[in-house]
């Protein structure tokens, strides 16, 4: 039998990478803190500062400074948020932890119903959006269709309309520990270690301040990690691709056969022929060139090596109140070629 779980005997941490927000972070600290007071169990905040340009740094180590639960993770330059997110969660110490972005478009408030849920069993409880408040219709009908495009590739069960909000087992984070690929999609991640998830249903609200940090061009790069990362269909549709492409060249050699039959003079001695295969076949070519060329990037990337992230400092309140004060940093497992 398993033992029954009770969030009283737990230290519960919220990792949250932070990028450029000075003037969202200060409340998203107040209302997180709000809500895990409504909890029975210890808890830990812990602040990833992903390479910000603006005062991020500054606000989280005077928030660290104000309240020992609160620790900053300062990374040495921008890596990204699937990295900053992975750097959170090697420091978090937490029993449970959770993962969630320090812009409020997804509310802390709903980490009590997060934590709810694993009490009842879910080894991972995961938010998922039933409506996307201030995304433009294009952004909407995208990510939809991005969703189910990576359902449909994919041999893990990645649920659609999810980000990486969620809250996780201990045992599940460190699994997530030990997967250091480079190019990281860490909700896919968290699927593909599986155990019992469950969907908590949430309404995603407008950045609280600034701007989005996920321009249509990173978003792209996102895709594409995410499908690469879990999924050789790709490779599979090039072959498919090509199939139908030769099954085409062929019908359009037969038609050119049949005009020749009943009008010699239609075409320029030559032309047909030679026009179909450069556009058929060098457009397969290319197109299998490029999808290819995605993987070998990618594994030269992995082959090399080098740490997803550097770590700067890691900060927390000074045990007599009177700064904050450097403190080693976690082992993280060791990245093989």
């Known amino acids: 039998m398993s033992t029954p779980r009770s969030l009283s005997r737990c230290l519960l941490s919220v990792v949250a990478p932070a990028f450029n927000e000075e ?36 606000i989280a180590l005077a928030l660290a400074q104000a309240d020992p639960a609160v620790r900053v993770v300062n990374l040495l330059r921008n890596f990204g948020h699937q990295a900053a997110a992975t750097a959170g969660l090697d420091v978090a110490a937490g029993d449970l932890v959770v993962l969630i972005d320090a812009d409020l478009q997804d509310p802390p408030e709903l980490i009590p119903v997060l934590a709810a849920e694993w009490e009842k069993g879910a080894d991972v409880a995961y938010a998922q959006r039933r409506s996307r408040a201030g995304e433009s219709p294009l952004k909407l009908l995208t990510a939809r269709l991005f969703y189910r495009l990576l359902r449909a590739t994919t041999h893990s069960d990645i649920p659609a309309d999810t980000g990486d909000f969620r809250l996780m087992d201990r045992r599940i984070a460190d699994s997530l520990r030990l997967m250091r690929e480079r190019h990281r999609f860490i909700r896919g991640m968290v699927s593909w270690v599986g155990g019992v998830q469950v969907p908590v249903p949430y309404d995603r609200q407008p950045r609280f301040a600034g701007a989005t940090h996920y321009p249509w061009r990173k978003m792209v790069s996102f895709a594409l990690d995410a499908i690469t990362s879990f999924s050789v269909v790709p490779l599979r549709l090039v072959t498919y691709l090509a199939l139908v492409i030769i099954v085409l060249a062929v019908l359009a050699t037969l038609t050119v056969f049949i005009v020749k039959l009943v009008n010699p003079d239609y075409f320029i001695p030559g032309f047909p022929a030679m026009m179909l295969t450069i556009i058929f076949f060098g457009g397969v070519q290319l197109l299998a060139l490029g999808v290819i060329g995605e993987y070998i990037g990618r594994m030269y990337e992995s082959v090399k090596a080098r740490p997803i992230y550097l770590v700067e400092g890691i900060y927390r309140a000074d045990a007599a109140g009177r700064g904050v004060v450097s403190i080693p940093t976690a082992p993280v497992p060791e990245a093989k070629p």
């Open 23 to 58: 003037a969202g972070l200060a409340e998203f600290v107040r209302r997180t803190k709000a809500a895990l007071a409504t909890l029975p169990c210890r808890h830990e905040i812990v602040l990833v500062n992903d390479g910000s340009r603006d005062g991020t740094l500054r």
